[in-house]
């Protein structure tokens, strides 16, 4: 390999491959000293080829892709090599040894990345038009006629509608998938070789899933560009990926091509992560310390009805001159003692008001909600307060439902003070370190604060918070979204011995099918505010009624990448 100096920048003769990762390193700087994010990597990134990074959080898998631009912080110390293929040119770059300026030339037009977040990315006070040209005046361009043309073009590319129109609008004017789809637009318009996604789709339903994956193969077959994707669902990469690199803390355990990760593992952390994929079908069966099968005492269609609704509707009024919105349209449905309900359906279909208007947290705009015996609909504050002891709520995000300023001990004692079951924290202490020990929280960590424990850690003390008054309700809302698969597994394993054993009524909600389907006893699927089917588990997951739940399953990925084709078909034939 042969190297050359042209205008400042290192070049080597390129080999085949798009990009090559050589013995990387990097480490940070802290207070407590230097922390080695990842540990001597190497792998490769073919031509016009998707290959996809899997681990847990804290693996290094976004560190790895940052470092490919050089994209890190100042406290940040690299070593190795990371080179990468002029697109239209017979060298190549080596990254690291970059100034600033040739950095800034080569991000966007040589390798564009795609954030998690699309509302970290997009600007609220410009256009998407202008936020998108902003990235082609910075390399050159400043025609505004071909300016405008070029942004039109591209959105239409990602599927935009009414593009000429829409480039005009303001990032708030979008959902989240079509935000999603412009920050794919941005890192597209300058045709770069290469495109770092972040976890594109983490928080997506299944369906704008679909079709962001499907965007990332037009990069890929269209504009002739490789994909990195980063993600921890193996469904995902089932889907997309033609290589696969595992990651665990910091080291690359496995590569391979995509069938071969999937069924011929050879790693136990490979086959460990595959383990804890939930799939459709596979019922949760957890086992005791003595290898028992945990099962509930009672059978819970003998018991009796905690949650009726009946012709239930919730409207939202509307604001400046808009017309009000009903988010919850005449729907009925009975949650039992001991029952666990899943409700699912995508964002913005009325899930999550549902469930806020049983906790009491929503008024009820027209017909019957039933709560434990109090009716929802018109009630007054002083008829519900001695209910909500009786009812938890676990929250999807729970690093924004604790306290920031106070300890684990005093969130989790914070319910059992307001309802006077203690009258303080100190006095609550022991009863505070049961519950932790019940979700598998060591004590030690009552005096440490929300920041201090990873995700998975804060959804179990959320959890404990939550069951803290032995409520006979729980109302869990998304509630292993944002987990990874093995943390998530441990945090389901958890709630159903929960649900064994306290015997409380549940509404889970999630548009993950697969979670709701190792849980559930019955489902409901919402779209558009109202039920379109409803009935026991099994039957709604093998034999779906409604076209809408069809296009659910069949828009999820499996961990399977020969029957996640045959997947795609399905879903293509139902679009």
Excluded at 158 to 184: C, L, M, N
Excluded at 295 to 310: F, M, N
């Amino acid at each position: 390999m042969s190297e050359t100096q042209q205008g400042g920048v290192t070049l080597t003769t390129p080999h085949g491959n798009l990009a090559d990762i050589e013995h990387l390193s990097v480490s940070f700087m802290t207070d407590a000293g230097s922390i080695k994010a990842i540990d001597d990597i190497s792998f490769t990134i073919p031509r016009r080829t998707v290959v996809g990074v899997v681990g847990e959080s804290g693996s290094g898998k976004s560190v790895t892709a940052r470092s490919i631009i050089k994209l890190l912080p100042e406290t940040a110390t690299t070593s190795g090599a990371v080179y990468l293929s002029v697109r239209n040119d017979e060298h190549r770059l080596d990254m690291l040894s970059l100034s600033g300026e040739q950095l800034r030339q080569a991000r966007g037009s040589e390798a564009a990345m795609v954030f998690q977040e699309p509302n970290a990315v997009l600007n609220p006070v410009y256009t998407i038009g202008w936020q998108i040209e902003e990235g082609l005046r910075a390399h050159g361009m400043h025609d505004k006629r071909q300016l405008r043309a070029k942004a039109i073009d591209i959105l239409e590319k990602v599927g935009i509608p009414e593009a000429r129109t829409r480039v005009d609008y303001y990032p708030h004017q979008f959902s989240g998938g079509q935000k999603q789809r412009i920050v794919i637009a941005m890192a597209l318009v300058l045709n770069p070789g290469l495109i770092l996604a972040d976890e594109p789709t983490t928080a997506l339903d299944v369906t704008v899933q679909a079709e962001i994956l499907d965007l990332l193969r037009l990069a890929r077959d269209e504009f002739g560009a490789s994909v990195l994707i980063i993600t921890h669902n193996m469904g995902v990469i089932a889907d997309i990926a033609d290589q696969v690199v595992v990651m665990y803390r910091g080291h690359v355990v496995e590569q391979g091509d995509v069938d071969q990760i999937f069924y011929r593992p050879q790693h136990p952390y490979t086959k460990s992560l595959l383990a804890a994929v939930p799939r459709i079908g596979q019922r949760l069966v957890v086992h005791d310390a003595s290898g028992a099968v945990v099962e509930r005492k009672d059978d819970w269609h003998t018991q009796p009805v905690v949650v009726e609704a009946k012709g239930l509707s919730i409207t939202y009024p509307g604001r400046l001159m808009q017309p009000d919105f009903m988010a919850v349209d005449g729907v009925d449905f009975t949650i039992r003692r001991s029952e666990v309900l899943g409700l699912v359906g995508e964002s913005g279909s009325g899930k999550s008001t549902t469930g806020r208007a049983i906790a009491g947290l929503q008024k009820v705009s027209s017909g019957s909600l039933s709560v434990l015996g109090v009716e929802m609909n018109g009630v007054r504050e002083r008829v519900f307060a001695p209910k909500r002891a009786d009812i938890g709520f676990v929250f999807q995000d729970p690093g924004s439902s604790f306290n920031p300023l106070m300890t684990i001990a005093q969130n989790v004692a914070e319910p059992l003070i307001v309802h006077h079951a203690y009258s303080s924290v100190a006095d609550a202490a022991d009863y505070v370190g049961d519950l932790l020990e019940m979700v598998q929280l060591p004590r030690a960590y009552m005096n440490r604060f929300p920041h201090e424990l990873s995700g998975g850690q804060r959804q179990r003390a959320s959890l404990a918070r939550a069951l803290a008054l032995k409520p006979s309700l729980l109302i869990a809302d998304e509630p292993t979204s944002a987990l990874d698969v093995s943390v998530q597994a441990k945090v389901l394993e958890l709630f159903k011995t929960l649900q064994a054993e306290i015997g409380f009524a549940c509404l889970f909600i999630t548009h993950d099918l697969a979670v709701v389907d190792m849980l559930a006893d019955r489902i409901m699927v919402m779209h558009q505010g109202r039920i379109v089917e409803h009935g026991d588990a099994d039957d709604i997951m093998q034999h779906p009624g409604d076209t809408y739940t069809k296009r659910l399953l069949a828009s999820l990925p499996v961990p399977d990448p020969r029957e996640q084709r045959e997947h795609r078909a399905r879903l293509l034939a139902l679009s």
